[in-house]
């Protein structure tokens, strides 16, 4: 890290801890996006929140976008999550996504997060790429390999629209009665309906 | 119109083209709307739009809100559409209701109008009430008496959902391969998984 050079042209020092670091700008990334949503988070603030020279931001992550992600993509495909749910038993393969998803999407950070993206998105804008690649990245590329044919990308595609609306009815729009459910109550139904998709077609 | 007197109480007077002119403010509010977006269109810009006293506005739709929903529902609940989808034969009630949907979300008017409403939502303003009230009206409450129990209502908000999701991720976010599919593609697909909602549990 000797060679990275801040605005000042100041050489910033070795760090033993890089892995830490990471994470620390990652935990700083997530916090601010949740909060400001994505448009209005610099990396400026990140770098402050997480203590470290803006530099180093881009030199471990490239860009804005791609912290983004980096700050996104774990929530969602850690290994005990999607690839977790998605790998094992067929026949409960519906149930432990079901489950997943809405255990996911009823945690603050994921829910902050996911809500600090949508303020932002709008039809052409950044916010709206990067919610595309997210969905793509972390939802539809996983499930693709567990489907039957003839369509694949439509069929996980359609999957992560449904998904995707679960979470905007439940918590952006509100409507009743999905807004109050029951997350076993949710569960339950969910299942048999994304279950019907790695069975049929 | 020379008689209409919005604030100062006095007597609004019978018009011979009372219809007209409703629909006339009807067709420039979807206009407005779909263009605007929700916050940004003025009671005052629409009543510009139809040629009409702004007073007449709110003398026939009470509010913006109850203006905006006289504008949305009738592109969706109108006798031909959701109605005329739902009612007959149970076996094709999923292929139907799903023709009519995405026929309906390809049609720019629709389109925009949707769109309108979704660059003014945020968590808790007025267009996620609006939005709410809309599904719950336009959807959720036409669909709910054809649904076998027990939980009507919630299955009926995860069909509304579903179909939000669908919109969502072909027309703003923009996820591939969904939003570059094929119409007939898409129908096909579709009907099954919808038709399942109005078959099981």
């Known amino acids: 890290m000797s060679d990275v050079k801040s605005t000042s042209g100041n050489t910033i020092g070795r760090r033993p801890g890089g892995e830490d670091t990471k994470s620390q700008i990652v935990a700083a990334a997530q916090a601010c996006f949740a909060q400001e949503g994505y ?106 390999p567990f489907l039957p044919g003839p369509n694949r990308g439509l069929q996980a595609n359609i999957i992560g629209s449904q998904l995707l609306g679960i979470f905007i009815a439940r918590y952006i729009v509100k409507i009743e009665p999905i807004a109050s459910a029951d997350t076993k109550e949710l569960i339950e139904y969910l299942a048999p309906r994304l279950q019907a998709h790695f069975e049929h077609r």
Chains 1, 2 share one sequence.
Request: aromatic share 6%; proline share 5%; hydrophobic share 45%.
């Open 39 to 144: 448009d209005r988070t610099s990396l400026r603030k990140i770098a402050v929140q997480a203590g470290v020279d803006p530099a180093l931001l881009l030199h471990y992550f490239g860009s804005k976008q791609q912290l983004f992600m980096a700050a996104m993509l774990p929530l969602f495909t850690g290994p005990q999550l999607l690839p977790g749910a998605l790998e094992g038993d067929d026949k409960t393969r519906g149930l432990r996504l079901a489950t997943l998803f809405i255990t996911l999407i009823s945690e603050p950070s994921v829910q902050t997060l996911l809500l600090g993206l949508f303020k932002s998105v709008s039809s052409e804008n950044e916010a709206a790429a990067l919610l595309r690649s997210f969905v793509h990245e972390a939802v539809i590329t996983r499930i693709e």
